[in-house]
């Protein structure tokens, strides 16, 4: 372990050469010439910059916090915040989505609307009772 630092010196935990470069006089940064000196590197750096937010890399779906993010979303176009909807849905016509995606910007008929159990049950006490007896027969007595 010794044969870092050498033989015969004492361990401090900072390396041989700590010791012998100190600070000067403080320099000063001329602001402008350096701009200058990199203005091709600051020009490339905002075009990417502005290429990126153009490209439009990002989704309206991305742009929601963690919290508001639903797989839901992605199928009812409702179900996204009023202020990214328009562009949710110009996202959604130019990835070609089915037309039932885009239903939720539609009105829904009664029809559409009314429930399973709304549906399935009858009208009239005599269709529920011609219903419990369609696959039974009386027995002669």
């Known amino acids: 372990m010794d044969t870092a630092h050498g033989a015969g010196e004492k ?3 900072q390396p041989p050469e700590a010791g012998r470069y100190t600070l000067g006089k403080a320099r000063s940064v001329d602001v402008v010439g350096f ?15 502005e290429d990126a937010r153009a ?7 991305q742009t929601l916090p963690r919290h508001l993010r639903r797989r839901a979303a992605s199928h009812n176009v409702k179900r996204i915040p009023a202020r990214l909807r328009e562009r949710a849905i110009a996202e959604m016509t130019k990835s070609a989505v089915s037309s039932k995606t885009l239903a939720g910007t539609d009105r829904l008929t009664n029809a559409q609307r009314s429930n399973r159990y709304k549906r399935r049950r009858t009208r009239t006490v005599r269709e529920e ?3 419990r007896q369609a696959g ?3 027995l002669e007595t």
């Not at 701009?35 to 910059?49: K, P, T, Y």
């Not at 490209?55 to 779906?61: K, L, Q, S």
């Open 11 to 13: 361990r401090t935990g």
């Open 35 to 49: 701009v200058e000196a990199r203005a091709f590197e600051i020009n490339a750096l905002q075009r990417s910059l």
């Open 129 to 131: 009772y011609e219903l």
């Open 136 to 138: 039974k027969r009386w």
């Open 55 to 61: 490209a439009g890399n990002v989704r309206a779906f």
